[in-house]
């Protein structure tokens, strides 16, 4: 399993300390500096049933740039996964994903329904 975080998001900090705190593997990675893959795209698209807003990290200031916020309405599904991966700021994060797993945002609850993470 990947974990796609910045480090000084305390969403992604809280995130990383519950894995740990479960003893769950996983690979960290800086999505500013690494974006996920196209195909980590298209599973975390099926996660999100299709709705490419759910990919964005809306309380960015990047993501707050009219000059961003205004053309994605515009922009093809491959367009988008293009755009987040030149603008890692711009992914809603934590992004995770792995065999049988694809979650975005930290939300203790839903984390812990996912059978991924039970032993």
Known sequence: MKIYQYEKC??????????KDRNIE??????REKTPTKKEFLQMIKSHD????????TSSKDYRDPD?????????QE???????ERGNLIKRPFVVGDGIALQG???DLWEKETVFKK
Do not use: H, Y
């Open 50 to 57: 299709g709705q490419l807003k759910k990919l964005f990290n």
């Open 26 to 31: 996983f690979i960290s990675l800086p999505i």
């Open 106 to 108: 930290f939300k203790p």
């Open 68 to 76: 961003v916020k205004n053309k994605i309405p515009d922009l093809s």
């Open 79 to 85: 367009q988008i996964i293009s755009l987040l991966q």
């Open 10 to 19: 305390e969403t992604c900090k809280k995130a990383l300390r519950w894995l």
